[in-house]
């Protein structure tokens, strides 16, 4: 019985290699493929969100602008040590349980669902 080691998600790969999440942290240095890993497990477990979707929040123009605003990526850009992969897990979860960020990402899971359902009728 699995009650407290919930199967670990797999994150999808970017389709926006020059935008959005993933291309603010290559264009800035960072590891983008470890970056991306970190980020898009956070958005499904914070915001319960499908890999999909977190994939696409992250594609957007608001991955981008959340990438800009994490501070520990500069850290991240040359020392991808375990220590900073935690620290930019954390600074991802605390930054998602603001209001000021977890609105908005709320906001476009309901879009990328409604969407969905539209291309699927």
Do not use: Y
Request: proline share 5%; glycine share 8%.
């Amino acid at each position: 019985m699995r009650l407290f080691n919930r199967p670990r998600r797999e994150p999808l790969p970017t389709q926006n290699p020059a935008w959005g999440f993933w291309g603010e942290c290559a264009m800035n240095g960072c590891d983008a493929s470890k970056a991306w890993n970190i980020a898009i497990d956070e958005i499904g477990t914070k915001l319960r969100a499908s890999p999909s979707q977190a994939r696409t929040l992250l594609d957007s123009r608001l991955g981008r602008h959340f990438a800009e605003s994490l501070e520990t990526l500069d850290r991240f850009l040359g020392d991808q040590s375990a220590d900073n992969a935690r620290a930019l897990k954390e600074e991802i979860g605390a930054t998602l349980s603001d209001r000021r960020w977890r609105e908005p990402f709320l906001l476009g899971l309901k879009e990328v669902h409604a969407l969905k359902r539209g291309i699927e009728r």
